[in-house]
């Protein structure tokens, strides 16, 4: 079994920043790509950011230049360092892990989740 556990989330100010932590334990030798994804009410699960093992990083275009993610492996660890946050990034954002996906952007290639952290940015 693979846990993800997500932390780092809560309420800051537009223009502010944030840092996500997400935990991996239990058969973390099964992992090798990791995502952030993020929900809002009446809206689709979207991905923010994806790194596969390597390190190789991508995402999509609301989060390019402003959020940035990495990993440390030695911990179990990814980030995502989320800088000029505005209103609009206002979700859930929950931590993903697959075993092996290709770096998918579709969500149902990660069957490993965290509980999901809130993140609330004021106007």
């Known amino acids: 079994q693979v846990h993800v556990v997500d932390t780092g989330g809560g309420v800051v100010q537009r223009g502010g920043s944030l840092r996500l932590s997400c935990e991996v334990s239990?058969?973390?030798?099964?992992?090798?790509?990791m995502a952030w994804y993020r929900r809002t009410p009446g809206k689709q699960r979207e991905l923010v950011a994806g790194?596969?093992?390597?390190?190789?990083?991508k995402y999509e275009d609301a989060a390019k230049g402003r959020f940035t993610i990495s990993r440390d492996n030695a911990k179990n660890m990814v980030y995502l360092q989320m800088m000029r946050l505005t209103p609009e990034d206002t979700a859930v954002y929950y931590c993903a892990a697959a075993a092996n996906n290709g770096g998918s952007t579709d969500y149902r290639t990660y069957n490993y989740w965290g509980q999901g952290t809130q993140v609330t940015v004021s106007s």
């Open positions: 239990g058969d973390i030798f099964k992992i090798n790509d």
């Open positions: 790194i596969t093992s390597g390190g190789l990083a």
